[in-house]
């Protein structure tokens, strides 16, 4: 039987540097445990549940179909800040081996269903943002925890609504047979200044206060 394309929200993360010689299989465990626990409290500041998503895990980081009626907007602010303040909780905690800093990627688009799960352009586009150079040359330099990246069509329909929509930046993205452009900023809470922390402040706060009522 031949099945229907449905627009979903798609996100993908991955823990930068997962495979370091540093890391040993106990400091691994740790990490991805931390992780799933950070994605789904961010998930949970953006109103998303967890049980609702379809998510796949992919050894060092996870790919998850946000439900149909998610709203994108509010996952956009709130998904970055909760995910990026859970991540430094922990770092401040763990030893050098056992420290978190995530890539996120996000994109919304046509997804089809098989028997091998889901598929369609729309999630290879995704993954090929989390592998973008410039994203990855950025995050080396940047002293945050977490890097966000979207697609244009993301970030216009999307960010450019939010409160964060300023903290953005225009980069190119060329992996494999892709060559488009993405949005990208690096989240540290601790240190972002002016009126573009302000908003993310702003952002932090309504994001808190939902993880308190949940």
């Given amino acids: 039987m031949k099945r229907r394309a449905v627009h979903r929200t798609i996100i993908v993360v991955d823990v930068e540097g997962f495979g370091d010689h540093t890391r040993i299989r106990p400091n691994q465990l740790i990490v991805r445990e931390t992780m799933y626990r950070a994605v789904q409290r961010g998930l949970r500041a953006a109103g998303v549940r967890w049980i609702r998503c379809h998510h796949a895990d992919r050894g060092d980081g996870v790919f998850i179909l946000a439900p149909i009626r998610t709203d994108k907007v509010r996952l956009a602010e709130a998904l970055p800040i909760a995910l990026a303040k859970s991540l430094r909780s922990h770092n401040s905690r763990h030893p050098p081996a ?17 028997e091998h799960g889901a598929t369609g352009n729309s999630i ?34 999307v960010v450019r609504h939010s409160a964060v929509a300023g903290a953005y930046q225009r980069i190119p993205v060329i992996v494999k047979e892709t060559s488009t452009s993405g949005w990208m900023h690096t989240v540290n809470v601790s240190n972002d200044a002016g009126s573009t922390g302000a908003r993310i402040r702003r952002a932090l706060a309504w994001a808190q206060l939902l993880v308190r009522r949940s």
């Avoid at 420290?99 to 919304?108: E, T």
């Avoid at 993954?127 to 966000?148: C, N, Q, T, W, Y």
């Fill in 98 to 114: 056992e420290r978190i800093r995530l890539r996120l990627a996000m994109h919304a688009g046509e997804v089809a269903r098989d």
């Fill in 124 to 157: 290879n586009l995704t993954f090929r943002l989390l592998d973008a150079p410039e994203l990855k040359s950025a995050f080396r330099r940047a002293p945050g925890v977490l890097a966000v990246i979207t697609s244009e069509w993301f970030y216009d329909e």
